[in-house]
């Protein structure tokens, strides 16, 4: 009974002392909690006190460098102010001493720096220019020279006459007709004069249009193979040699360029270019003067690595304005380049044929070796023909140009009239007056002179040098 009392009474005072103990515990640990967020609050402080400080500072420096720009800048004011009263100083001592203001001295500097440049620029023009023609001719010769060699042409010319051989004398009358209705007739419908002279067993056909020539042979050879010869009969024959020139014309202009190798031409362009085969120029057949200048622009764009093709057909098509020359008002080039645009030609090939006789200036590497071509197709010797009293007029109109300038001494035109020689006075033409008479000269000749190719103005100026002994 006691025992059990005892331990009733024991356990209320461990129940308390238990609590108590934990009381004491969680008093600590409130007060550690308390202690660090004291802490914590006291190093928030401390670290805003030396953010402040931080903050303090900077704004002094801030202050500080503005200050410093502000002095800079006055400074540099007033170093700007000292330099221009400086220069002006100066200047006003150097007008004092040379006796010109700034304008005048600015001006004097200018001219001189001007006149240094021209010489040096004229020095390296000509230097450029004699470098130039130098290498340039011994490269154009050496082309010309290997293209010629690799393209040989038949040198041949048309007239414009052409004889017919009749089977015997009695076609003679035949032809003429009764009261010479028949060659009436066939001079009215063909456009072709009829000369029946004496000359035994063949007749000529006279006309300068050398398509309409053509129609009347093969006219006139199908009236003589028949036989029956009565106006009737000429107009039907007529109207199939006709059609038969027109094939022959189709025939040659694919024959052409078949040869150049050019493809995809129009066919207007195409009927034209037969015509060509017709068409005479010094005498120099047309189409075969335009294959001929073909072949040679085409080596020659092959030498200087250009495109041949373009080149090609640039040359190909330089002359197809005489084929409507005589439909057309103006040159042929102007009337060759409208054809090529109209017909769907580039610019450049309409730009080549525009300006293969300088009508305009050439622009392009094609123009030029079109040009180049076209003269040399027709200025190599057998190409082109000329009576005897026109060639010696022009020799004459050549020397007779010349000596129209003073201090030309003496003339001479040679290889055919393809050079002039001009001797002038050395006392009264120097070196740069020579180089003007030259081109003068030549421009002159351009202007008042037809002729095929080209033709080289030279004049010499003789050098002495004169020493005695004593």
């Known amino acids: 009974m006691t025992l059990a009392v005892g331990t009733t009474t024991v356990a209320p005072i461990v129940m308390l002392a238990l609590g108590l103990i934990l009381l004491c515990v969680a008093a600590l640990a409130v007060r550690q909690l308390l202690h660090g967020a004291r802490e914590r609050a006291l190093e928030l402080d401390r670290r805003e006190e030396r953010s402040a400080e931080r903050e303090a500072r900077i704004d002094e420096e801030q202050r500080r460098l503005l200050q410093r720009e502000l002095d800079t800048a006055q400074a540099q004011a007033e170093l700007t102010v000292k330099v221009e009263e400086l220069r002006a100083e100066r200047r006003r001592m150097v007008e004092e001493v040379a006796g010109l203001s700034a304008t005048e001295a600015r001006t004097e500097v200018v001219r001189a720096a001007e006149q240094q440049a021209k010489r040096e620029a004229v020095l390296t023009v000509r230097e450029i220019e004699r470098q130039a023609r130098t290498d340039g001719e011994a490269r154009a010769r050496e082309i010309l020279a290997s293209t010629i060699q690799r393209v040989a042409v038949q040198g041949t010319t048309d007239y414009v006459v052409t004889a017919v051989r009749l089977p015997?004398?009695?076609?003679?009358?035949?032809?003429?007709?009764?009261?010479?209705?028949?060659?009436?007739s066939f001079e009215s419908v063909t456009g072709v004069n009829l000369v029946i002279d004496e000359t035994p067993e063949s007749v000529l056909l006279s006309c300068f249009d050398p398509v309409r020539r053509e129609?009347?042979?093969?006219?006139?050879?199908?009236?003589?193979?028949?036989?029956?010869?009565?106006?009737?009969?000429?107009?039907?024959?007529?109207?199939?040699?006709?059609?038969e020139v027109e094939r022959l014309c189709q025939a040659a202009a694919e024959e052409a360029v078949a040869q150049v190798g050019v493809d995809e031409l129009h066919p207007e362009l195409l009927r034209l270019l037969g015509r060509l085969?017709?068409?005479?120029?010094?005498?120099?057949?047309?189409?075969?003067?335009?294959?001929?200048?073909?072949?040679?622009?085409?080596?020659?764009?092959?030498?200087?690595?250009?495109?041949?093709?373009l080149v090609k057909r640039c040359t190909l098509l330089h002359d197809i304005g005489k084929a409507v020359t005589h439909e057309v008002e103006g040159s042929h080039a102007q009337?060759?380049?409208?054809?090529?645009?109209?017909?769907?030609?580039?610019?450049?090939?309409?730009?080549?044929?525009?300006?293969?006789?300088?009508?305009?200036?050439?622009?392009?590497?094609?123009?030029?070796?079109?040009?180049?071509a076209d003269a040399c197709s027709g200025g190599r010797p057998g190409a082109r023909r000329e009576s005897v009293e026109l060639h010696a007029r022009r020799l004459e109109k050549l020397e007779q140009i010349a000596r129209r300038h003073e201090g030309v001494h003496k003339v001479y035109a040679m290889q055919a009239g393809r050079e002039v020689r001009v001797m002038v006075l050395p006392e009264a033409v120097d070196d740069l007056q020579a180089q003007v008479i030259?081109?003068?000269?030549?421009?002159?000749?351009?202007?008042?002179?037809?002729?095929?190719?080209?033709?080289?103005?030279?004049?010499?100026?003789?050098?002495?040098?004169?020493?005695?002994?004593?």
């Open 168 to 184: 015997g004398e009695e076609m003679k009358g035949r032809i003429i007709g009764r009261e010479g209705r028949n060659i009436r």
């Open 215 to 243: 129609v009347g042979r093969l006219t006139l050879e199908e009236l003589i193979a028949d036989g029956r010869i009565h106006p009737q009969r000429i107009e039907d024959a007529y109207q199939r040699s006709l059609a």
């Open 277 to 309: 085969r017709y068409r005479t120029s010094y005498g120099q057949n047309v189409l075969g003067h335009v294959v001929e200048s073909a072949h040679l622009a085409g080596m020659m764009a092959a030498e200087l690595h250009v495109d041949p093709a």
């Open 335 to 372: 009337i060759g380049a409208e054809l090529a645009r109209r017909y769907g030609e580039s610019e450049e090939l309409v730009h080549a044929v525009a300006a293969h006789h300088n009508e305009i200036e050439p622009q392009t590497v094609e123009a030029v070796l079109t040009q180049a």
């Open 438 to 470: 030259a081109k003068d000269v030549a421009r002159e000749v351009e202007n008042e002179l037809t002729y095929p190719g080209q033709i080289r103005i030279t004049v010499i100026r003789e050098s002495r040098a004169t020493s005695f002994a004593r």
